[in-house]
């Protein structure tokens, strides 16, 4: 497994109390797909004017005319979007990763060996060299300390209290207000014609699962991810699911092609992601026939959010970056790049 | 890996053109709850009245009545149907075993090996006796045959076309008509109601995905069943799913709880199914707190259908069966048993 992998395992499972992010009313309650059209520019009011939000619009209107070559019958049309990066900030690290360090220091005090033992020395001192240096190994520790040995509830439990009160270190808002607007006008407008809208997420499934549907009015079902084994159990008589410390599915990379025909059974028609774990998704999507949308968000905007990846020069980070091999493919296959510093007119609904 | 698991394993992934069983109109497109209940006697044509048909009744009276204590938002309206033996006949075998022993005679030209190699002689010669002494050794060398090393698209379109041409020994009809029309209202008329109904089947996902639509009016994505990896290649630059003779995942016993939970994240208001493969299922949805409604079929028709399990003292088989030990487990825990003799009015719509 690579490193990315375990530490997006380290980012399994959750998220929970979550303030409400406009998601007071779905954009439009439009009944047909011609009045949508119309109507499209109203709905991504975030988006600056421009070749990437047209390409949106565009799309829409092919898969949604009847009369028109490429019309794509309301029950095909399924949409997928990764979630670190491309729904929301990944930086300095996933707020999954964040997760499990907070929870290694709150269970501490049940741990004293933990103050000589390696990797919970390095997390608890707060050591960030070391921690840049943790192994798989080390990361599948933290892991099986953090997400597993209880059920399921108990942690969808953890989680949400987690998310209730931890802050990102630069924002200081909770994670939850790290959304971008723009993508969340183009899940809500998509829904509104007719998409169902799926998270395909490198991180823990079940973490996703506690603030899809408030965050992103994403139900659990529409939620793959990641997951760990869990056994069925009885606790008292009653059945429990306990989280074993076992990686089930990784669903990144050529994991989120295989994620989408498990869980979705259904090819997209379009589909977003900001790094090489998305490469197969996109290309999965653009691998069917008609009118198809695939879209990478660009990291350029060191201001109002972060910058990096290769592409135009910008530096590189450790984690999800749309590196220059992924810009190549993009061009190639016609891929649509989203630049936040060009495309999107606010990022946070904050801003 | 148990005898029974692997049978299903055989019974993996598909069926196809199936003839339109009915399914002209969605049986109710009532707007209103009150409306739909006002109508509920009307939902349910092939039922016998008695106490069984009330307890359906009852129960979405229950969820759907917004002063009651017992309310379920829409959204949480998830019902889990098991296939084999609870919507359609799984005697003398399951379709999808019927399928990979048909696969072997087809396939034979191109292995003459077989002719002398078992567990391959046993199903050409038509040996009865010895196929009924196949291990699991010899089913998964049966499966590995039959159902990888192709492409999914490729696998599918075999399902399609065996199942368009394939009739069942007694009946002589393609499986896709004996489906029992008493559980066909039952799920329109839940669907009528706002529930989202779910297959979950220890047979195949991607065979069962096949027909789903056409026949049980669920789609793709709401079917959860046993499934083999899949491995992400390019065939002439283009991405593809390539199946594996390896299990992936076994959504039977404690597999129905993990692969609800999995699969859907949400737990079940009610849930159907025949045999021990279904009783963790029905205990996970039981666990639940509020009106929950789980339902088991026993088979103990043998004019019209088939009549096994050892309840009532009717003779055990192999293959799912309403045990003893999982009658007496429904009789504590308040599960309904539907007598198909009793019961069911009609069992197929030609009938």
Request: glycine letters at 8%.
């Amino acid at each position: 497994m690579k490193r990315k992998n375990v530490l997006r395992i380290a980012v399994l499972f959750f998220i929970g109390t979550c303030a409400a992010l406009a998601l007071s009313t779905p954009a439009l309650a439009l009944s047909t797909p011609a009045l949508a059209q119309a109507k499209a520019q109203d709905s991504l009011p975030s988006w600056n004017e421009g070749p990437v939000k047209q390409a949106i619009v565009s799309f829409v209107q092919k898969v949604t005319d009847k009369s028109g070559p490429a019309y794509v019958p309301p029950a095909e049309r399924i949409a997928t979007f990764d979630q670190d990066g491309t729904l929301w900030v990944e930086q300095p690290l996933y707020a999954q990763g964040m997760f499990a360090l907070d929870r290694v220091r709150e269970l501490a005090p049940q741990h004293p060996e933990w103050k000589t033992t390696e990797p919970f020395k390095s997390v608890l001192s707060g050591d960030q060299a070391a921690m840049a240096k943790l192994t798989e190994q080390d990361w599948q520790r933290l892991i099986a300390a953090t997400h597993a040995g209880m059920t399921t509830e108990a942690f969808l439990q953890i989680a949400r209290e987690w998310l209730a009160h931890a802050r990102h270190p630069r924002f200081q808002r909770p994670y939850t207000e790290l959304v971008y607007q723009p993508m969340l006008e183009v899940m809500r407008y998509l829904r509104a014609n007719g998409f169902k809208t799926y998270i395909v997420t490198g991180g823990g499934q079940e973490f996703v699962r506690v603030y899809g549907e408030q965050i992103y009015g994403v139900p659990p079902e529409q939620v793959v991810g990641s997951s760990i084994a869990t056994r069925y159990e009885y606790q008292n008589g009653k059945p429990v699911l306990m989280r074993l410390p076992k990686v089930f599915f990784i669903d990144d990379h050529a994991g989120k092609a295989i994620g989408i025909n498990l869980f979705i059974g259904r090819r997209p028609y379009a589909a977003f992601g900001n790094s090489g774990g998305d490469r197969e998704m996109l290309e999965w999507t653009g691998a069917g026939g008609g009118a198809r949308l695939m879209m990478l968000v660009l990291h350029d905007d060191p201001e109002r959010e972060y910058a990096y990846g290769p592409a135009e020069g910008l530096p590189d980070t450790r984690v999800g970056k749309l590196s220059q091999a992924l810009w190549d493919e993009a061009t190639k296959r016609g891929w649509v790049v989203i630049s936040m510093k060009k495309d999107f007119k606010r990022i946070f609904t904050w801003q």
